[in-house]
């Protein structure tokens, strides 16, 4: 069964944040909330875009358009600059609405772990988007990974990379009370709890509701609603 949530406006079209902003100020509904926090960390990172996106009254206005979202193999992003710089601000967010189960941290003052594999150039704009954050009262760590690496402890796990046979082997080996992020084609059915998906050039996700329950993590329902899809049961 899927749940498909509805979007009023087109408020996630990467254009130049400036007049994005206000745009998802006054949209309504969850997308625009999530959209502008996201967009909002985001900004903070950014030190430069391309000139059409700084104009958004020239001809050129919504762009730079991201691309498949194909992922990023060997450690080298064949994504655009701003699309990693919305999925690592999205990373950063899903935190903030998950809920690990008793045990995953050693004590109160353990951080927030993040591995990246596959996406050195991603991991990058993380660490920076994440450098004096904290979530719950907690401080994030981010740790660049291997492929051979993928069972150390972690909270969050983000497996780039378009090849859903890799992905698919990296998130079986994956450690339990883990959320696992990917951005392959059928990312949910190689096992992650979110897989990222570009959809009329905007970065969207979608969510498993059986895999974050097999994670024993769970995930607010601010974050359903604001998903691309939501899956439960088998397809």
Known sequence: MFYDSKMTKNVTRLRAFPATLPALRQGAGGWGWLCCAVLCAVQATVIALPAAAQNPGSGNAA????????????????????????????????????????????????????GVIGADELAAELARAVAGRTIHNRPVVVRVLRDTDVQVPLHLLFVGGADPVRVGRLVRQAGAAMLVVT???DGLRQGSVINFRIIDERVRFDVSLDAAERNGIKLSSRLLTVANRVQKGVQ
């Open 63 to 114: 762009s730079p358009a991201v691309g498949p979202g194909n992922g990023q193999g060997n450690g080298q992003s064949s994504g655009s600059a701003l699309e990693r710089h919305v999925k690592a601000a999205f990373l950063y967010k899903f935190l903030g609405y998950a809920e690990f189960p008793p045990g995953a941290f050693f004590d109160g003052g353990s951080p927030v772990t993040i």
């Open 183 to 185: 951005e392959c084609e």
